[in-house]
């Protein structure tokens, strides 16, 4: 079976960085979009930014010039680097990966299990 796994989240005061990851092990044959979401108490999941196998990459208005995803193809990992945090970017963020499976035809939707981020003033 297929497991993401997340890692890298924690408490920062505004203006730091911090590195998340998302790394996907398993029965996998391919990857490809691998992206971030993130949701804030009270609000609806929101994406963050996205990434193509091909190597396009999409950020959201509020994060772009912050944000900045890498991916580590032959690890199977993605990682979300966040530079000038703020207190608005407090939420639970989570990686959304496509894979297709061993022995499947179509490619499925993973979710991780989500890691906190929070930034204080």
């Known amino acids: 079976q297929v497991r993401l796994v997340e890692s890298g989240g924690g408490l920062v005061q505004a203006g730091e960085s911090l590195r998340l990851a998302c790394a996907a092990s398993?029965?996998?044959?391919?990857?490809?979009?691998m992206d971030w979401y993130r949701q804030a108490p009270g609000k609806q999941r929101e994406l963050v930014g996205s990434?193509?196998?091909?190597?396009?990459?999409a950020y959201a208005d509020p994060v772009k010039g912050r944000f900045t995803i890498h991916r580590d193809n032959a690890k199977n990992t993605v990682y979300l680097q966040m530079d000038s945090l703020i207190p608005e970017d407090t939420a639970v963020y989570y990686c959304?990966?496509?894979?297709?499976?061993?022995?499947?035809?179509?490619?499925?939707?993973?979710w991780g299990q989500g890691t906190q981020v929070t930034v204080s003033t």
């Open positions: 959304n990966v496509d894979i297709l499976v061993e022995g499947d035809y179509m490619f499925t939707n993973f």
């Open positions: 990434s193509t196998g091909s190597g396009t990459f």
């Open positions: 398993g029965s996998i044959f391919a990857i490809n979009a």
